[in-house]
């Protein structure tokens, strides 16, 4: 679905990645002064009296209790506990608004319909009327005083929780200062017949947005997500995951990992090597420095303005945390220090004590 956007000055790529200076733009973007188009992404929606327990209960994070303005995050998980959809949420009073990636709309509206039986929830699919626009922070819509769609008298903002650990939520990064507690990111929804007032506000490209989304270690649907990804993996626990609430699909593999358990693989950031003026693409392996078995995937990598060439990163859990790597990419082998999300001991949070085994003699 092409946007106004596409028609500026410079504009690469449908929606835009650069207006023809990233780093600029990414710049401006930091510094809460331009918006990203985002139009592509789809909008979903649920009205109806018991849209919210309803979503509570298919869901990984406690949705039920939401008020008008509130906004939140939440997974849907299959019986393994493997992630199916990542759901951006806000709640009007009236109507429950889902954002997705276009590539996750019909099979999630497809889902939730089969879900639905007997229960007081319509759902639609209103990605036609409303489009998508981020930022980190208000100030370029206020100066062209462009608000944001209220279809229901309550802006439709959604306010990225990742800054926090949410009520009910878990971080297993193990750090002082978590580079996310600084990411002020929104996404707000605006008429599609508003997309030429938005063009006309100062613009960023999404390599910009992403760039940023990196270096605040903050996990995407479509980027860090394949079929086996769960959770913990990402650090997810962190947003979108209530590790008390009632009962939901993939549950019980959320329990057990984080009780029991540890996630088998886990998300770094990684600082590459820019020597070669290659920056390697989503899919290329990572291995350890001088040998060529891979031990993960980039996800995303990205140009950062201040940190340099920068990629997230899914590997193995056994990985030691000061081990050196290295990523292949096209015939190349680009160094990379590891800098850890995830770290290797994730999970096993319960203390439950060990028993004797049998016939042991007590000493």
């Not at 990379?336 to 439950?352: K, L, M, S, T």
């Amino acid at each position: 679905m092409s946007s106004e956007f596409e028609t500026l000055p410079g504009a690469v790529g449908s929606p835009p990645q650069h207006y023809g200076n990233p780093l600029g733009e990414q710049k401006r973007l930091a510094a809460g002064e331009a918006v990203v188009d985002l139009s592509d992404r789809a909008v979903i929606t649920l009205s109806g009296p018991d849209r919210l327990t309803w979503l509570d209960s298919l869901t990984s994070q406690s949705v039920k209790g939401m008020r008008p303005g509130d906004s939140g995050e939440t997974l849907q998980l299959d019986v393994n506990g493997r992630l199916e959809y990542a759901i951006r949420l806000v709640e009007d009073g009236e109507t429950a608004w889902l954002l997705v990636d276009a590539d996750q709309a019909e099979g999630l509206v497809s889902w939730l319909t089969k879900m639905r039986f007997m229960l007081r929830v319509e759902i639609a699919d209103r990605t036609a009327d409303y489009a998508t626009i981020g930022s980190l922070g208000s100030a370029p819509f206020d100066s062209a005083g462009l608000e944001a769609a209220a279809p229901n008298g309550v802006p439709l903002v959604w306010n990225d929780p990742w800054a926090d650990v949410v009520a009910g939520g878990h971080q297993y990064a193990n750090v002082a200062e978590h580079p996310g507690a600084e990411w002020r990111y929104t996404e707000r929804l605006i008429d599609r017949s508003a997309l030429a007032a938005a063009s006309a506000l100062p613009a960023a490209g999404t390599l910009a947005l992403e760039a940023l989304r990196v270096a605040a270690w903050r996990p995407r649907f479509a980027t860090e997500v394949d079929e086996k990804s769960i959770p913990h993996e990402l650090d997810w626990l962190r947003s979108a995951v209530h590790l008390t609430k009632g009962c939901y699909r993939g549950q019980e593999t959320v329990a057990k990992v984080h009780n029991l358990g540890h996630p088998p693989r886990r998300l770094v950031m990684l600082h590459l090597d820019g020597s070669d003026g290659v920056l390697p693409a989503a899919g290329d392996s990572v291995v350890v420095a001088g040998l060529d078995d891979p031990i993960g995937v980039v996800t995303t990598s990205a140009l950062h303005y201040e940190l340099g060439p920068v990629a997230l990163a899914v590997i193995k859990r056994s990985t030691e945390h000061d081990a050196k790597l290295d990523v292949l990419s096209d015939g190349i082998r680009i160094a990379a220090a590891q800098e850890v999300i995830v770290p290797r001991d994730a999970g096993a949070e319960a203390n439950v004590p060990r028993l004797p085994r049998l016939g042991a003699v007590r000493r």
